[in-house]
């Protein structure tokens, strides 16, 4: 569970001076986190510190120090709460059937769509890992993964997902909206998971998840 002082942190950072035209949303880099947290094989910062950065923007020295030492606290937060089976939408991030009061949803689930599409080489040499030792299991994988992929880009951009229900003739998406909301902690849950299934087929995932870890 990420801490409310972490949280303020990183709303502060992004309120201070022009970080906020620099800087992807707290809300955003939170889904981002999550993504990389959720990673069979944690990538280094060095790789995922850009994501936060808007395209062309430029940081100088001290905001780079700065967010380090907030996106590192929050990463071991979100680890630790992982670790723990704590594994929940975010409370300000719960579905609203108004469209107009979903914005804190939306961004996160960007992040997490945009950061498993940064990592998705990392999932896809993984369930090759797992496909080569147990052919069976990564079949079957790869439709749990789909389906959590579905709900995630469904509500980073429900709109989107309205307009292709439409093409596809599904009656009622907007009303059943409401329903698929419920399942999406226990997507994460579930995405999660499998995520620790294909740390079995990747040896070296606990020296890199250490080496992510502060004060490694």
Avoid at 120 to 129: F, L
Avoid at 177 to 197: D, R
């Amino acid at each position: 569970m990420l801490q409310p002082d972490s949280l303020k942190a990183l709303e502060q950072f992004y309120q201070w001076q022009n970080n906020a035209e620099i800087f992807q949303s707290p809300v955003y880099i939170r889904g981002l986190l999550f993504a990389v947290c959720a990673s069979p094989d944690i990538p280094m910062p060095e790789q995922w510190f850009p994501w936060v950065v808007k395209t062309g923007g430029e940081i100088n020295s001290q905001q780079v120090d700065k967010v380090a030492n907030i996106l590192m606290q929050l990463l071991k937060e979100q680890l630790q709460a992982m670790r723990d089976n704590k594994i929940n939408l975010p409370a300000d991030c719960h579905f609203n059937p108004k469209p107009e009061s979903n914005d804190n949803l939306t961004s996160w689930m960007q992040g997490l769509v945009v950061g498993h599409g940064l990592l998705e080489k990392v999932w896809q040499e993984a369930w090759q890992a797992m496909m080569n030792a147990e052919p069976e299991a990564s079949e079957q994988f790869s439709k749990r993964l789909t389906r959590c992929l579905k709900m995630f880009t469904t509500f980073a951009d429900t709109d989107m997902a309205a307009k292709q229900a439409q093409e596809r003739n599904t009656e009622d998406f907007e009303q059943k909206l409401p329903i698929l909301a419920k399942s999406l902690s226990s997507t994460l849950q579930e995405y999660v998971k499998l995520s620790g299934e294909l740390v079995d087929f990747l040896p070296q995932q606990f020296d890199t998840f250490q080496k992510n870890m502060p004060g490694h």
